[in-house]
């Protein structure tokens, strides 16, 4: 196993908990509860800004280790990946907006809208998964 396969292999592992971190915050906080909980709002967004990182790192692995072509902005590594077959369009079309949202969550959090932040949370996970399983099958 080279180095770089065997660093995205643990970014991977990373990613599967930082999932079901979410996807315990999720079953732990409806919305109303969510959106009134300050310890909850600040949990949430850690791990979705977590999350985020995670997958970009991993897909700017797979693109380096691929010498596929360079992204410009971090959506363009979800778009990327589509191109290269790692998974279908379909996933990179649900996954636009995802590395905008990262940056929001690490630098704009003054003006962040909670509501749709769990909206990231609730619609999110399905979407995380597919790519934490695409990605997987794809460095294997």
Known sequence: MTAAKYNVRVHQKHLLESIKKLERYKNMFNRKTFLSDEIA????CRALGETLEIMLTIG????ADNNFRKPEK???IFDILAEEKVYQRNLAEKLWGAGGFRNILAHDYVDLDFNIVYDYLEKGIPIFKKYAQYTAKFIN
Do not use: P
Not at 41 to 44: E, G, H, L, P, R
Not at 60 to 63: A, E, G, V
């Open 41 to 44: 709002n600040d949990a949430v």
């Open 60 to 63: 700017n692995m797979i693109i």
């Open 74 to 76: 971090n959506d363009d």
